[in-house]
């Protein structure tokens, strides 16, 4: 399983955009990164996933490095129910999920 | 469809005693997985099926820690003999193939406390 490095916990000002990065050095070839997060008191819930190409979707955008040792997953403009546990977990398709500690978002209103 | 749910949401046991959760994914979600979360932690997994077949199960599974998916619906996951140190959240989380995509869909948990 790949070792990921996230920041302990970031801060952000609601309606501002937010990038939370990730390392993962370790990465395998045919690992995709994978972006969980969990809101107090309730299960981890997908947020995005990618595996060489920056994506987008309804809730973020994830940019990968070239060489696929770091991302970061941007929130465009934070809300209150962005407050969470933000998970980076690359992992091959179908797998488990190997989560780390994570990143506690907090944002101010 | 409802999401996955699990049932109980609380338990509270005695030292010694055993316990039974039950997990229902979503209907055709053929992979179930058993995660456990401790306080400040990120969740852990314990063990994963496709359909009825149980393909991997983690090294913190201990003997006294069984799960079963007998008809490749539900699964039920009891721990005999309960400890205080299997206090935690247990989440279970069911995903099915779509398209190259296996997203995982978690439940809201079951919080069990060993007193």
């Known amino acids: 399983d790949a070792k990921t490095t996230q920041p302990n916990s970031m801060e952000s000002n609601e309606e501002e955009p937010v990038h939370l990065p990730c390392n993962h050095s370790?990465?395998?070839?045919?690992?995709?990164i994978h972006w969980y997060r969990q809101l107090p008191s309730q299960g981890p819930e997908y947020v995005i996933h990618?595996?060489?190409s920056n994506v987008n979707n309804r809730m973020a955008s994830l940019a990968i490095a070239e060489d696929r040792k770091s991302s970061t997953l941007i929130l465009h403009r934070a809300t209150l129910r962005d407050a969470a546990v933000y998970y980076c977990?690359?992992?091959?398709?179908?797998?488990?999920?190997?989560f780390g500690a994570g990143t506690i978002l907090r944002v101010k209103s | 469809d409802t999401g996955v749910s699990q049932d109980p949401r609380h338990k509270i046991t005695k030292r010694g005693q055993n316990v039974t959760f039950r997990c229902d994914p979503i209907?055709?979600?053929?992979?179930l997985y058993w995660y456990r979360q401790t306080l400040g932690q990120g969740p852990e997994f314990l063990t994963y099926?496709?359909?009825?077949?149980?393909?991997?199960k983690s090294r913190l599974l201990s003997d006294r820690f069984s799960a079963e998916r007998p008809k490749g619906s539900f699964s039920t996951l009891e721990i005999q003999r309960t400890e205080q140190g299997d206090s935690a959240m247990y989440l279970c989380?069911?995903?099915?193939?779509?398209?190259?995509?296996?997203?995982?869909?978690f439940g809201p948990g079951t919080r069990l406390t060993v007193t």
């Open positions: 989380a069911s995903s099915t193939r779509q398209g190259i995509n296996y997203e995982q869909y």
């Open positions: 370790t990465i395998s070839g045919t690992d995709y």
């Open positions: 990618g595996l060489t």
């Open positions: 977990i690359p992992t091959t398709y179908g797998n488990k999920l190997v």
């Open positions: 209907s055709e979600h053929n992979r």
């Open positions: 099926f496709q359909n009825e077949a149980q393909l991997e």
